[in-house]
């Protein structure tokens, strides 16, 4: 019994080791760390996320901003104020050679009224 426990206790430490070297396979680049900053700043007036995911991809990075309160794209036009973009969740690319926000990807926004359309859309690979 000692020894199944053991191996088991061996079996997680593994496992843990093997995601945290996962997850440590994308370190957050300065760049990065700078863009997603100026971006939040300049297109979004300011607002801290209580959560940023990124998906990394080949040629970009997809970055998820998670808000605790709707966020309005302060830099998109619209006939209206009431018709800007927003939502609590926004997605965002950037090409990881240029370093410039992915011009195909555009700007994705989820949770814009309640949780229609939902996270796990702006979570998607």
């Known amino acids: 019994m000692a020894r199944r426990v053991a191996v088991l206790a061996a079996v997680a430490a593994l496992s843990a080791g093997i995601a945290a ?33 990124r998906i990394w991809y080949l040629h970009k990075v997809a970055v998820v901003w998670t808000f605790n309160h709707v966020v309005i794209c302060g830099a998109c036009s619209a006939p209206s104020n009431a018709s800007l973009p927003r939502g609590r969740v926004i997605r965002m690319s950037f090409n990881l050679t240029t370093h410039r926000p992915d011009s195909g990807a555009g700007i994705r926004f989820c949770e814009i009224r309640g949780a229609t359309p939902p996270r796990r859309e702006c979570l998607q690979r």
């Open 21 to 53: 070297a996962a997850y440590s396979a994308h370190p957050v680049p300065a760049w990065l760390s700078a863009r997603e900053h100026l971006t939040l700043e300049r297109v979004f007036l300011g607002p801290t996320p209580v959560r940023t995911d």
